[in-house]
Nanobody, 125 residues
């Protein structure tokens, strides 16, 4: 069983940066395929970014250039750096994980076995 705990959300003004963290339990974090999804009010949960065990990354097309996903295996933590935030980035951000040694990015919710509780990000205009 893998437990994920997100942190770093909050209320910010448009244009600023925010970094989310997701701490994972387990001794095989380096083998986890990690991702961030988000869900805005009244909308479906959508893919944001993912990073494989060997540090391949990919992003939702609309977020490329503003968001960066990274991982620190020594700290069992994955990060999401979000720059130039916009009101439309307002959502609950969820961390997701699965143990998978594939090197291709997985972008579907069903690909991930473990989920955190989410952290709220609210961007005011």
């Amino acid at each position: 069983q893998v437990q994920l705990v997100e942190s770093g959300g909050g209320l910010v003004q448009a244009g600023v940066s925010l970094r989310l963290s997701c701490a994972a339990s387990g001794r095989t974090f380096s083998a986890y395929h990690m991702a961030w999804f988000r869900q805005a009010p009244g909308k479906e949960r959508e893919f944001v970014a993912a990073i494989t065990w060997n540090y391949n990354t990919d992003y939702a097309e609309s977020l490329k250039g503003r968001f960066t996903i990274s991982r620190d295996n020594a700290k069992n933590t994955v990060y999401l750096q979000m720059n130039s935030l916009k009101p439309e980035d307002t959502a609950v951000y969820y961390c997701a994980a699965t143990v998978d040694r594939r090197t291709t990015i997985m972008t579907m919710r069903r690909d991930y076995a473990y989920w955190g509780q989410g952290t709220q990000v609210t961007v005011s205009s």
